[in-house]
């Protein structure tokens, strides 16, 4: 079990049951990072002084399967952003704590004589549903997330009830540590918050919302093809159950997906009407797999814009290969066809 977990009519727990057997969870290490966890909680609360970031917050937002992993990872691997690791996850209830430990580890500064160079992994572009391997790559953070906000057995929440209920100053608290540790802007995936991003906007002052959207044909069978490997069969849902989810589930898998496609997109372009220019960005995955560049060199400018500037040169891939096909099953194209009319 999770540390959040509180009732058996969790949605993570129900989901769990459902997982294939490389996809469900480790509960020996679920219940040692309890521990873990527990036991630094003391210390990290000392580290909570600073009240607000000074550095800008970078949240990816969008549907699942929108490419925001590979956009994760093209980040990291930038070097222009600071980002949660594997081995930062691992202490999700002292961030700070874990962000240090993290230095201390893979920090060339700290290296004595390559006593643990073993962590310096490199950040590839591989991954499975989200999950990536090796210390230093990108985690998804979900387990950080759950804790500042409040009833942890739903998966979405109106913003007024975040404005009075989340634990806000927390929240700050500790991406402020965790940023000045790093000395650098933090990106991360946001996409349990898509329905809120007038909340976080209204948060954080300092931040970037990069929202991704990819060919909805192809978001679709993306969605598919992940139910299958993850839960075993398209039937089953899969990631969060946002709002619209107690009508979608009662469509075919297709639909479902379709569903998830446009209902989150819309949620997230209505959330950025009243985001100012400087503190947003469209990426389409499939521009963005011709020309990665491009959103550097726009992320830099906004970044500047909001007091972070940076000299140092795009020397990330000239571009990604799109490998999917041409979408021709026509069980997804209507069901897309539905939701854009």
């Given at each position: 079990m999770s540390w959040f977990k509180n009732s058996k009519e969790d949605a993570m727990y129900k989901e769990e049951k459902n997982r294939t057997k490389s996809f469900k969870r480790n509960a020996t290490l679920e219940e040692f990072l309890i521990?873990?966890?527990?036991?630094?909680?003391?210390?990290?609360?000392?580290?909570?002084?600073?009240?607000?970031?000074?550095?800008?917050?970078?949240?990816?937002?969008?549907?699942?399967?929108?490419?925001?992993?590979?956009?994760?990872?093209?980040?990291?691997?930038?070097?222009?952003?600071?980002?949660?690791?594997?081995?930062?996850?691992?202490?999700?209830?002292?961030?700070?704590?874990?962000?240090?430990?993290?230095?201390?580890?893979?920090?060339?500064?700290y290296n004595f004589r390559n006593e643990i160079k073993d962590f310096n992994s490199e950040v590839n572009f591989s991954s499975e549903n989200g999950k990536t391997k090796g210390a230093l790559a990108p985690n998804e953070f979900w387990y950080f997330w759950r804790k500042f906000l409040p009833d942890t057995e739903r998966d979405y929440w109106i913003n007024e009830e975040l404005f009075e209920k989340a634990d806000i100053q927390m929240m700050l608290s500790e991406f402020a540590g965790i940023t000045d540790v790093f000395?650098?802007?933090?990106?991360?995936?946001?996409?349990?918050?898509?329905?809120?991003?007038?909340?976080?906007?209204?948060?954080?002052d300092k931040a970037i919302f990069i929202h991704t959207k990819r060919d909805p044909l192809t978001n679709i069978a993306s969605i598919l093809k992940a139910r299958e490997r993850q839960l075993g069969s398209i039937d089953n849902w899969y990631s969060f159950k946002i709002p619209e989810y107690i009508d979608l589930i009662k469509l075919n898998p297709y639909e479902q997906a379709a569903g998830q496609v446009h209902f989150i997109n819309q949620a997230v372009e209505n959330g950025l009407k009243d985001v100012p220019e400087?503190?947003?960005?469209?990426?389409?995955?499939?521009?963005?797999?011709?020309?990665?560049?491009?959103?550097?060199?726009?992320?830099?400018?906004?970044?500047?814009?909001?007091?972070?500037?940076?000299?140092?040169?795009?020397?990330?891939?000239?571009?990604?290969?799109?490998?999917?096909?041409?979408?021709?099953d026509e069980r997804i194209i209507s069901a897309n066809r539905q939701f854009e009319l």
């Open positions: 521990e873990i966890n527990d036991n630094m909680y003391e210390s990290e609360k000392k580290l909570l002084e600073k009240k607000v970031p000074e550095f800008p917050i970078v949240f990816i937002m969008g549907p699942l399967r929108s490419g925001s992993t590979l956009i994760t990872q093209w980040l990291a691997n930038s070097g222009i952003a600071a980002y949660p690791t594997n081995l930062m996850s691992r202490f999700y209830k002292a961030p700070i704590m874990g962000a240090k430990i993290q230095m201390l580890l893979t920090d060339e500064r000395q650098k802007p933090f990106a991360l995936k946001g996409m349990n918050l898509n329905y809120n991003i007038a909340f976080l906007n209204k948060v954080f400087h503190k947003k960005i469209t990426i389409n995955y499939e521009d963005f797999c011709s020309d990665p560049k491009y959103f550097y060199d726009e992320l830099v400018e906004k970044l500047n814009i909001q007091g972070y500037s940076t000299e140092q040169p795009y020397n990330g891939e000239k571009s990604f290969s799109l490998t999917r096909k041409e979408i021709t």
